[in-house]
């Protein structure tokens, strides 16, 4: 397997950060599908699900609260760690195997992700990033992807700017509400729980010509 990817640094400075976040709870409050007239709505899920699904070749993930349930554990030593779930792993396992391109992009920096990924075969690992939606074009230049053919999953405020430009966006059922409020799907699983594992099934079973994910 090759080395993890590396794009430019996207990480950006706490002054920076406090103003995406404080243009982004504005985005919410005013763009949020509740706000939104109804040919607004219609425009932007027009697509039936399953067509949406068919044509996504490129899938991304947050981590924490996504891959999992959002706790931060540590030992009696200090040491950080993180509780995932087999079966988003197997379902990160089943899309690479369908030729679809994987990326995680996460806020946090950690080596736990790093071996995650590792295991999983997973080359597109982007953390300490604050710009996803930044990552998101970088990624579809690089692979001749547009954002219409890609899927995000994201739980909190700063994956929303990623989730309004997907051609599939999702929640976990434990997203933030404002999230949940603005994504074309919300999981029944939670963070941790399989969520990615759910939303794989979809997307597979939506291009799979027997109508199954495997």
């Keep these: 397997m090759g080395s993890p990817r590396v ?3 996207r990480r950006l400075s706490t002054q920076t950060w406090e103003v995406i976040v404080a243009r982004t709870l504005i985005s919410l409050r005013v763009q ?3 706000a939104k ?3 607004q709505q219609s425009s932007k899920r027009r697509m039936p699900a399953q067509a949406k699904l068919r044509r996504i070749r490129l899938f991304a993930t947050d981590v924490d609260g996504v891959l999992t349930d959002g706790g931060m554990y540590y030992s009696d030593s200090g040491q950080q760690m993180k509780r995932f779930n087999v079966w988003d792993g197997m379902g990160l396992a089943l899309m690479r195997q369908a030729g679809l391109i994987l990326g995680i992009i996460t806020t946090e920096k950690t080596k736990l992700v790093a071996q995650r990924a590792k295991k999983l075969q997973i080359t597109e690992v982007h953390q300490g990033v604050w710009d996803k939606l930044g990552v998101l074009k970088a990624l579809g230049k690089r692979y001749g992807v547009t954002l219409e053919e890609m899927a995000f999953i994201g739980d909190d405020i700063n994956d929303f700017e990623a989730l309004q430009a997907v051609g599939f966006s999702a929640s976990p059922a434990d997203g933030r509400q404002e999230i949940r409020k603005s ?7 939670k963070g941790g729980e399989g969520a990615v594992r759910e939303l794989a099934d979809m997307i597979l079973a939506a291009q799979s010509k027997g109508g199954h994910p495997w």
């Design 7 to 9: 794009l430019p640094d």
């Design 32 to 34: 949020s599908p509740m």
């Design 37 to 39: 007239s109804s040919s």
């Design 183 to 189: 994504v074309h799907y919300v999981c029944k699983a």
